[in-house]
């Protein structure tokens, strides 16, 4: 499933990246160390405020061990 990193807003393939951070339970995907690193010390840094136009949408998402998860995914649902 692709999702957009929150910090760069470049699109994160969860199959292909361990690189992710649970936060007030939503999963977060990044692209790259430095993204989660700058997403870990200041989370609400770069999330919208609820209400706000937001480009991103939550979905439940099944883990790979049958857990689901809320995930942001790409405006439009997962691809």
Same mark, same amino acid.
């Given at each position: 499933?692709?999702?957009?990193?929150?910090?760069?807003?470049?699109?994160?393939?969860? $199959?292909?990246? /361990?690189?992710?951070?649970?936060?007030?339970? =939503?999963?977060?995907y990044?692209? *790259?160390?430095?993204?989660?690193?700058?997403?870990?010390?200041?989370?609400?840094?770069?999330?919208?405020? $609820?209400?706000? /136009?937001?480009?991103?949408?939550?979905?439940? =998402?099944?883990?790979?061990?049958g *857990?689901?998860?809320?995930?942001?995914?790409?405006?439009?649902?997962?691809?």
């Amino acid at each position: 499933m692709k999702i957009i990193d929150p910090v760069c807003g470049m699109e994160v393939d969860t $199959e292909k990246t /361990d690189l992710r951070f649970s936060y007030k339970g =939503v999963e977060y995907y990044f692209c *790259n160390p430095h993204c989660l690193e700058k997403f870990r010390d200041e989370p609400e840094r770069f999330l919208k405020p $609820e209400g706000s /136009d937001n480009s991103q949408n939550m979905e439940d =998402v099944k883990d790979d061990e049958g *857990n689901y998860r809320k995930v942001r995914v790409k405006n439009g649902g997962m691809s």
